[in-house]
C-alpha cells in the first residue's frame, strides 16, 4: 500500500524565492498606486515596531488548501525577526477564491484568530466579492495594522457560534440521550440483574488529515525585481491566524 504515497510525496510544491517587497502581486489583482502606497506603508510600519506585514497573492494554490500553502509559505520566508517572531502575511488565491492571515507565534496575542477572522470576513471579502481586490487588500492590511496596536477590536462574525451556548446544548443532548438510554434498557429485557450483552457499535475510522495534492503545475517560476526594502529575519509560524473565501 506504501506506494500510493509516493506520487503524492514527489510533487513539491512550488513556492517563490524570498522577496525583496512586502507586496508581492503574483496574481496581478492590485493596481499600481495601490501597491507601491501599501509599500511605502507596511516599511514604515516595520521601522516603527519591528513587526513584518506581507501581502502575497497567488494565481492559484496549486491544489493544496490554504492553511497548508500558508504555513508552507511563511516557513519559507520567515517574516517577523527571529526570536520574537513577529511577522504575518495576507495571503489570497484568485482561481480558488480563498484568503488568509498567517500569523507568526508573536503576533498571535494580538492577532488572535478570531481578530484574523473578523477582519477577513469583515474588511477583505465583501471588497472581493465586489470584484474590488484593490479596496479589499488595503483594507485588509489597515485591520491588521490597527490590531497589532491593539486599536481594531475584532467583531465575532455573525456565523460563529458562542462557545457556552455550544456547551449547553451539548449538555443537553448528553442529558436527553442518558434519558432516552435509561427508558430503552428495560425495554429491550434488562433490569440490571441478569446478563446483559450491548449490540457492539463497531470502532469509527480515523477521519482523512488534510492530504497534500499534486502540484498544479503550470508555473516554471516567479518573477521578481531588485531594490525591495523588505529583508526575513527568521520569524517562527505555527499555523496561527484564520481563512476565508469568497
Do not use: H
Not at 28 to 43: D, F, H, K, P
Not at 163 to 168: E, G, S, W
Request: charged share 15%; aromatic share 10%.
Amino acid at each position: 500500500m506504501c506506494f500510493l504515497f509516493i506520487p503524492l510525496q514527489s510533487w513539491a510544491l512550488l513556492l517563490p524565492a524570498l522577496p525583496q517587497y512586502y507586496v508581492n502581486d503574483y496574481a496581478r489583482l492590485i493596481s499600481g498606486t495601490v501597491r507601491n502606497r501599501l509599500e511605502e506603508q507596511l516599511a514604515e510600519f516595520e521601522r516603527n515596531t519591528s513587526n513584518q506585514i506581507l501581502v502575497a497573492t497567488f494565481p492559484n494554490l496549486q491544489e493544496r488548501d490554504i492553511e497548508s500553502f500558508g504555513i508552507a509559505l511563511a516557513e519559507k520566508w520567515k517574516p517577523g525577526q527571529s526570536g520574537r517572531d513577529n511577522g504575518a502575511i495576507l495571503i489570497v488565491s484568485k482561481a480558488d477564491r480563498k484568503v488568509r492571515i498567517e500569523v507568526g507565534y508573536g503576533l498571535e496575542g494580538v492577532l488572535p484568530d478570531a481578530v484574523c477572522k473578523a477582519i477577513i470576513q469583515n474588511e477583505i471579502i465583501p471588497a472581493f466579492k465586489q470584484g474590488n481586490f484593490d479596496a479589499g487588500i488595503s483594507e485588509g492590511v489597515a485591520a491588521i495594522l490597527k490590531a497589532t496596536a491593539g486599536e481594531y477590536k475584532g467583531i465575532i462574525p455573525k456565523n460563529s457560534f458562542p462557545p457556552l451556548l455550544l456547551m449547553l446544548l451539548i449538555l443537553i443532548a448528553a442529558l436527553g440521550f442518558f434519558f432516552l438510554l435509561g427508558k430503552l434498557l428495560p425495554a429491550a429485557g434488562y433490569t440490571g440483574t441478569g446478563p446483559y450483552r450491548p449490540r457492539s457499535w463497531g470502532g469509527m475510522g480515523g477521519f482523512p488529515g488534510r492530504g497534500s495534492g499534486t502540484s498544479g503545475g503550470g508555473s516554471g517560476g516567479w518573477s521578481g525585481t531588485s531594490g525591495g526594502g523588505f529583508s526575513s529575519g527568521g520569524g517562527g509560524f505555527g499555523g496561527g491566524g484564520a481563512s476565508g473565501s469568497w
